[in-house]
């Protein structure tokens, strides 16, 4: 049986899955070239907390909880490039390392003063963040998910990004974790992904890991059978279309019991036809939009309170199985 369908329209359920899933979780946040220089920064968020990635004149990465000492607002916004971070409330102005440096008619000394401090691991250009002391390292999360793509062709450093997209979808996020983790549903409702790529149970496999779970695909006209798509938990998804070289990676982060945020940075080797390209990304977006209409259908049936929890195959969807019981595991 799944999971009880309550745990998908409840705030306490969520309130528990941001205290002990998304707080104590790595999960990716943006990608090395947008803080290539001194002075560049981003934003991004892991699960309700938001994060502010910086850039300092040192020249090392670090990331911080994007949150004033002062007063709680927000103190950096979207990305850029900046000597400081200077919260738009009171002024309160943090210089790139985190220190306090500026704080208007402060009545007290600002030694040691400094943004919360995340942990930031990076697996070549991929960067990620933890607000949790007490996590395994990025690599053991990660398991063998590098090697898996370069055993494919995939070289993660050739690779340079193309573009980012940003979605919402209106059901919660296990659902829409869920649905990425089996392709028992590919058949029925991706008619040109199925057309493309051969997603009968003998020839699209599944592989489960501690903190990831695998699929492996090929395409149907040539055999190709380079196509990967990871899920590290909670919230981290990875896709390499069987083919030529392509790699997408993005996070999936809860806005609400019935609402999740998504995005998808898209990664091409340089030289890379551009008509192959757009071929593609159109593919990925019809597949996207079909996916977003499915569950979105599927949190309608289980906020309902018709059924109490539902059933699951045993291999097509031991994926899912496995990621249920990660969150069961979390939340007790």
């Known amino acids: 049986m799944t999971n009880p369908w309550s745990w998908y329209d409840d705030a306490e359920v969520l309130r528990r899955e941001q205290e002990l899933i998304f707080a104590r979780s790595w999960q990716y946040v943006g990608h090395a070239g947008e803080v290539a220089r ?12 938001p994060v502010v990635v910086t850039h300092a004149d040192d020249d090392e990465l670090r990331a911080f909880a994007n949150v004033c000492l002062h007063r709680g607002s927000l103190v950096a916004d979207g990305a850029g490039n900046r000597r400081t971070l200077q919260c738009p409330y009171h002024a309160w102005t943090y210089d790139l390392d985190g220190t306090l ?13 400094a943004l919360r401090r995340l942990r930031l691991e990076a697996w070549g250009p991929f960067l990620f963040a933890n607000a949790s ?4 390292p990025l690599a053991e999360v990660l398991a063998d998910v590098p090697e898996q793509l370069d055993r494919g062709g995939i070289d993660v450093e050739s690779l340079r990004f193309h573009h980012r997209a940003r979605w919402s979808v209106d059901a919660n996020w296990k659902l829409v974790a869920e649905n990425f983790l089996e392709c028992y549903h ?3 409702a991706h008619p040109s992904f199925s057309a ?11 592989e489960e890991g501690r903190w990831h779970s695998s699929q492996h695909a090929r395409l149907r006209d040539d055999g190709n059978d380079n196509g990967q798509f990871h899920f590290v938990w909670p919230a981290t998804v990875i896709n390499v279309f069987p083919g030529r070289p392509n790699f997408s990676v993005g996070s999936l982060s809860p806005a609400g019991t019935a609402r999740t945020e998504r995005t998808l940075d898209y990664f091409f080797a340089p030289d890379e036809d551009e008509h192959w390209v757009t071929e593609l990304l159109e593919l ?3 597949v996207g939009r079909e996916d ?5 259908r599927v949190q309608k049936g289980v906020s309902s309170g018709a059924l109490e929890s539902g059933r699951l195959l045993g291999e097509p969807e031991r994926l899912v199985a496995h990621f249920q019981r990660l969150v069961r595991d979390a939340l007790s």
Request: charged share 25%; proline share 6%.
């Open 186 to 188: 590919c058949a029925v």
């Open 101 to 113: 440096r500026a704080a208007p008619r402060a009545d007290f000394a600002l030694d040691g003063l």
């Open 38 to 49: 001194a002075g560049d920064y981003f934003t991004a968020r892991l699960g309700r907390i």
């Open 133 to 136: 002391e007490d996590a395994p």
């Open 196 to 206: 493309a790529v051969d997603v009968s149970p003998a020839a699209y496999m599944l």
């Open 292 to 296: 977003t209409q499915l569950v979105e």
């Open 284 to 286: 990925d977006d019809t």
